[in-house]
């Protein structure tokens, strides 16, 4: 138990772990300080982990960028498959998820099975998809 934050800079040491998620109903994380980066490989961080969990009815894990400064990203991914689900990513100035030359084999969201989404500027939500080795909007 713990912070994401907490949970990260842990996970950053081991590797191959699931970061899964103890909310009663929805949850929103607000962002004072910028995450640290995802630099292991095969962590997973899975929003549908937590009770309750519904895309339907709006009951998710909220990642909330909105008191960050200019220029800060949400999640920085630069470990090798790194795999993100069941969030949502909102308020951030610059990039809700980003990666390096080193995300290879990212899975942001899985379409069918598991979701993430992303609160755009103009209040669409969108799902995100992985196109080889960069993360697009589609």
């Not at 990642?63 to 969030?87: F, R, T």
Request: charged content about 15%; aromatic content about 2%; proline content about 2%.
């Amino acid at each position: 138990t713990g912070s994401l934050r907490e949970a990260i800079t842990t996970t950053n040491s081991i590797g191959n772990v699931t970061i899964t998620f103890e909310a009663t109903g929805p949850g929103v994380i607000n962002l004072i300080t910028a995450l640290p980066a995802i630099t292991a490989d095969g962590i997973v961080i899975d929003g549908q982990s937590q009770a309750g969990w519904d895309l339907d009815t709006d009951q998710l894990i909220e990642l909330n960028g909105s008191a960050l400064s200019s220029g800060e990203d949400g999640l920085n991914i630069q470990g090798e498959s790194v795999e993100i689900y069941g969030l949502k990513i909102t308020g951030f100035p610059n990039n809700g998820i980003t990666g390096g030359s080193s995300a290879v084999n990212a899975k942001i969201g899985e379409l069918g099975e598991k979701t993430l989404l992303v609160e755009m500027e103009m209040m669409a939500l969108i799902l995100l998809q992985v196109v080889g080795q960069l993360i697009q909007i589609e």
